[in-house]
C-alpha cells in the first residue's frame, strides 16, 4: 500500500496553508502552462488520479466535462472535496494508486498533478490509464521535476514547497527517496526526464508535449518569489495521447 502521508494530521495541517491548497488552481504557478495542455472538455469524461480537494475536477465540470472521477487515498482530502462540491456528475472514491483498477476505455482524459512522483508502481499504473483512456484520448500530468527527487546530500534544505535547495546529486540513481517536508520521512520516487518518457512510449503512447516548467515573466512580475524558479525547472509536465 502507498505512504498515506496526507492523512496525518500535522502534515495536513501544513499542507492546506500551502497557496495550493487555499487558492486551488490560481495558487499553482504551474497552472496555466498545463492547462494549456489539456484537449477541448466539452463532453469529455475525465478521471483525476490524486484529486486532492478537487479543484481540477470542479474546474473540469465548469469546463463541460460530462463525468468525472476523482480518486485519492487520503481521507482527509477525500473529505474536503466532497464538502466543497455539489455536483452529481462529480464522483470521488478512495483509491491506492499502487493497486489501481480502472475499466477498459472508460475515459477521454486522465490528469494528475503532483501525484505520479510518489508512486512505486508507476509502470503498472501507466498501463491500466493506458487501457482506461478510449482511442485518441488524453493523459496530461504533472511531476516533481527529477532534479529535486535525486538524491539528497548531508545539509540538504527544502522550500515552502518541499523542494530541495541543495544542488544535484547522483542524478542516474533513481530509486525512493526520503525528505523532511511538513513531517519527517515524505517517501518521493526519484525517475529520470528519459525514465518517464520510455515508459510512456513503451506502453503505446505518443508524447504530445513535454516541458521542463519555469515562470513566465509576468508570473515573476506579479509574483517576485518566483524569480527563482528560473534558475531550475520545478516542475515536468507531460501529455501524451492513447
Known sequence: MAQNIYDDPDFFQGYSQLGRSVQGLAGAAEWPALQSMLPALR??????????????????????????????????????????????????????????????????????????????????????VHDALAPGGTLVFSVEHPIYTAPRRPGWTTDAEGRSTWPVDAYLHEGPRSTDWLATGVIKQHRMIGTYAKLLIGLGFTLAHLEEWGPAPAQVAARPELALECERPAFLLVAARR
Do not use: K, N
Open 43 to 128: 463532453g469529455r469524461r475525465v478521471v483525476d488520479l490524486g484529486c486532492g480537494f478537487g479543484w481540477f475536477c470542479r474546474w473540469v465540470r465548469e469546463q463541460g466535462a460530462s463525468a468525472v472521477l476523482g480518486l485519492d487515498l487520503s481521507e482527509r482530502m477525500l473529505a474536503r472535496a466532497r464538502a466543497t462540491t455539489s455536483d452529481p456528475a462529480i464522483t470521488y472514491e478512495q483509491a491506492d494508486l499502487e493497486q489501481l483498477r480502472l475499466p477498459a476505455a472508460a475515459f477521454d482524459l486522465a490528469h494528475s498533478s503532483l501525484a505520479l512522483h510518489y508512486v512505486v508502481a508507476l509502470p503498472a499504473l501507466l498501463a491500466q
